[in-house]
């Protein structure tokens, strides 16, 4: 993969290249991709485009940071994009169809950025333990995980409409 395919990819079209809170603008821009999978695919739409992009990004990634200091760069954020998606994991069959529950994606971005910003848990130990592309991944694997418990409780139980 060359340097500009990879930068093309991690950066998410380039929204990474925001010069103020990339991860956030790359997890919005993600939003409209999260709305389309869930509408029409439901649950299976955001595995199949998660796996893929989590696999093409971390290879993109380590395009981007092979023989860098910096391990993880603000302007990747193809991470945010995969953790994005898995935030709405366990609700994506009840937005099958829905546009009712549009604020569940608000939801989705604002328990998603607070657990990426936070670091808490297994976001912590993949973002301060593996210093590489794997690790840029899964720390958004994991924030996103952790958002998609938080949405479905939002659902389930504060709001059982």
Same mark, same amino acid.
């Not at 395919?5 to 997890?27: E, M």
């Not at 991709?33 to 029409?40: E, H, I, P, Q, V």
């Not at 794997?134 to 924030?143: E, W």
């Given at each position: 993969?060359?340097?500009?395919?990879?930068?093309? %990819?991690?950066?998410?079209?380039?929204?990474?290249?925001?010069?103020? !809170?990339?991860?956030?603008?790359?997890?919005?821009?993600?939003?409209?991709?999260?709305? &389309? &999978?869930?509408?029409?695919?439901?649950?299976?739409?955001?595995? #199949?485009?998660?796996?893929?992009?989590? %696999? @093409?990004?971390?290879? !993109?990634?380590?395009?981007?940071?092979?023989?860098?200091?910096?391990?993880?760069?603000? +302007? #990747?954020?193809?991470?945010?994009?995969?953790?994005?998606?898995? !935030?709405?994991?366990? @609700?994506?069959?009840?937005?099958?169809? =829905?546009?009712?529950?549009?604020?569940?994606?608000?939801?989705?971005? *604002?328990?998603?950025?607070?657990?990426?910003? /936070? +670091?808490?848990?297994? @976001? /912590?130990?993949?973002?301060?333990?593996? /210093? =590489?592309?794997?690790?840029?991944?899964?720390?958004?694997?994991? *924030?996103?995980?952790? *958002?998609?418990? #938080?949405?479905?409780?939002?659902?389930?139980?504060?709001? *059982?409409?």
């Amino acid at each position: 993969m060359s340097e500009k395919l990879a930068l093309i %990819i991690a950066t998410y079209f380039g929204l990474g290249l925001s010069p103020k !809170a990339p991860g956030t603008v790359g997890s919005i821009g993600t939003l409209p991709l999260a709305f &389309l &999978l869930c509408y029409f695919f439901g649950t299976p739409g955001i595995i #199949v485009a998660a796996i893929p992009i989590a %696999i @093409v990004g971390i290879y !993109a990634t380590d395009v981007l940071i092979r023989d860098k200091e910096e391990k993880d760069p603000g +302007k #990747v954020v193809v991470d945010e994009v995969v953790g994005q998606l898995l !935030a709405f994991l366990f @609700v994506a069959d009840a937005l099958r169809g =829905n546009t009712t529950d549009w604020w569940l994606y608000l939801v989705g971005l *604002a328990a998603f950025r607070f657990f990426d910003i /936070k +670091k808490m848990g297994p @976001v /912590k130990w993949f973002d301060s333990k593996m /210093k =590489n592309a794997v690790g840029v991944m899964m720390d958004d694997v994991c *924030a996103g995980l952790l *958002a998609a418990v #938080v949405v479905w409780g939002v659902r389930t139980y504060v709001y *059982a409409g």
